[in-house]
């Protein structure tokens, strides 16, 4: 029988099974992925050709929803800014610090459900899960179309944080499943560089809608176009209503179109699904497994790395969130008007986007996160600086536009810290808790920003930028003390190696630009690595075999 015939049977009539092969401890074997049913300890043989063409038909339908859904998500949160220029405030009777507990409400409710997200994202497939948490959402954001008043809107932004407080991990945890370490800086960036687009929009949609008079709906309500159909216009919605009946449509198109797992890709035949768990063995982080395991949580606690990368995530989603909720509010006080003001963040936007696939870009092709993160935060700090400096007033306006512009270089954080926690994080479970605590970071960081920016000190909000200015300088320390660690562990991870008879150094086969596999070749045989260890569901401290990425 013929290789390829043989995997493929193999598949077609597996059942839950774990081969043991040459695996020293059954029990380890018990609670490995579910990728060992069906490779067991066989290795599947694929060329560069079959991982490319793998990779493209995994984009065309994984990371195509994830993009879109997380469009969405951003797209959802971001019409709360321009509500503000059009007068949600006065409108809803806000008072002192009301909009800044109304930004800050959402990344509240996400912050205390974390600890089951991280649980959830384990024991739920995430065909399910997905589409339950955008059903939620979109049904949050609907219903601030009715809302009249500041305490309708606080409960409506309160559902949509905890159904979005997901969102992310999920995000991260499906990327690092279905791709190479070294595919993952750009697919992160795909979907999470859907800010930028959704703030184009957004903008796009509150400059036209702002325009409409109405004397039913509020200016911040922006009733979206009416639509001419055979000579009857045949409804109005506000743009709440728009967005949020666009996700809750979307949800029950993900269940239908996202695979339970690598398995049972319908869009793979039953030979690429191997080829497709086997060209991830590099990875050393698994394909994802049903059991919750405390130990990994452990672990993850006694780790310095942990808190470094929470504390990054803070940081910098301090800033992140300063342009989200006050971005708008900061060009008025420059001295735009509400139209201007929203015509003027589409560049902005625009700028986020290429900031993000330019980090991304620059992150994979030098293989190499730490500094590139750190350089992308230099402009932000410049950024805010001129934010700080130049005095309001028409004569300073271009000075101060291009200060609000550098500050879209931030955007380009938080998809490569996502790339490098997964790509240093292995186990399952280990790796949902890590990325639970990075959304806990975040909306944290999302909590504390907009409350640094105090009513009393607009339209330039001086202290609240000199505090964000110092929160940057921070970040870029931090970063350096992270390399740090990381070079720490590997060194750790070499004297474990030798200890157990392999080599000191290895070639990080899932860094590589194009596909190497463990088969046989000259340097495995040598280095005495195997990736048998891939699918165990081992964390990266437990197994020899990992190398962390810088």
Not at 225 to 243: A, C, D, Y
Not at 342 to 369: D, E, H, V
Not at 384 to 396: E, M, N, Q, S, T
Request: with cysteine; glycine share 8%.
């Amino acid at each position: 029988m013929e290789k390829e015939e043989y995997d493929t049977a193999r598949l077609e009539n597996a059942k839950p099974r774990r081969s043991m092969g040459s695996i020293e401890n059954p029990d380890v074997a018990k609670k490995a992925d579910e990728a060992l049913d069906y490779l067991g300890d066989e290795r599947i043989h694929l060329t560069e050709e079959d991982n490319q063409k793998i990779k493209r038909k995994t984009d065309k339908v994984v990371l195509v929803i994830l993009v879109w859904v997380y469009f969405l998500q951003i797209l959802d949160k971001s019409v709360l800014s321009y509500g503000a220029v059009f007068g949600l405030q006065k409108d809803t009777h806000m008072t002192g610090n009301d909009y800044s507990f109304l930004g800050s409400i959402a990344p509240i409710a996400q912050l205390g459900w974390q600890p089951f997200s991280s649980f959830l994202i384990v024991k739920v497939p995430h065909r399910i899960l997905m589409p339950s948490l955008v059903l939620g959402w979109g049904i949050a954001q609907a219903s601030m179309a009715a809302c009249q008043d500041y305490g309708s809107l606080l409960a409506a932004r309160f559902f949509l944080g905890l159904f979005e407080a997901g969102c992310l991990p999920l995000f991260s945890v499906i990327t690092s499943q279905w791709y190479r370490r070294a595919e993952q800086p750009i697919r992160v960036a795909a979907w999470y560089g859907t800010n930028g687009a959704a703030t184009i929009i957004a903008a796009a949609l509150s400059y036209g809608l702002g325009h409409i008079k109405s004397d039913v709906l509020l200016p911040w309500q922006m009733q979206v176009i009416s639509v001419g159909f055979e000579g009857r216009k045949l409804t109005r919605f506000s743009i709440f209503l728009f967005v949020g009946l666009i996700t809750i449509v979307t949800a029950p198109f993900i269940y239908l179109f996202l695979p339970k797992s690598i398995s049972t890709a319908y869009f793979l035949t039953p030979h690429e699904r191997l080829q497709a768990i086997e060209r991830l063995r590099a990875n050393n982080t698994g394909t994802g497994t049903r059991l919750f395991k405390w130990p990994h949580l452990l672990e993850l606690a006694l780790e310095p790395k942990t808190y470094l990368f929470l504390s990054m995530t803070l940081l910098l989603n301090v800033g992140a969130q300063v342009s989200n909720t006050f971005g708008p509010l900061l060009l008025a006080g420059i001295g735009f008007d509400k139209y201007l003001t929203s015509l003027l963040n589409m560049p902005f936007g625009a700028l986020q986007i290429l900031t993000i696939f330019a980090g991304s870009w620059a992150a994979q092709r030098a293989r190499l996160k730490s500094v590139i993160l750190a350089s992308f935060m230099l402009p932000v700090i410049a950024g805010l600086a001129i934010l700080y400096a130049v005095p309001r007033g028409h004569a300073h306006e271009p000075a101060l536009l291009a200060g609000y512009y550098l500050f879209a270089f931030l955007f380009a954080g938080n998809p490569l810290i996502v790339a490098w926690i997964v790509a240093n994080t292995a186990g399952t479970t280990k790796k949902s808790a890590m990325m639970s605590v990075y959304q806990a970071a975040s909306s944290a960081g999302n909590i504390i920003g907009p409350l640094l920016f105090e009513s009393k000190d607009k339209p330039a909000y001086l202290p609240g930028l000199r505090a964000v200015l110092g929160i940057f300088v921070a970040l870029v320390v931090i970063v350096i003390m992270q390399l740090g660690v990381l070079l720490l562990l590997n060194k750790s991870q070499e004297k474990r190696r030798v200890a157990n008879g392999k080599a000191k150094k290895v070639l990080d086969r899932s860094m590589e630009s194009r596909y190497v596999g463990y088969d046989g070749d000259a340097a495995s045989q040598e280095e005495g690595v195997k990736g048998e260890q891939a699918f165990l569901d081992l964390t990266d401290r437990k197994n020899d075999e990992f190398v962390y990425v810088y």
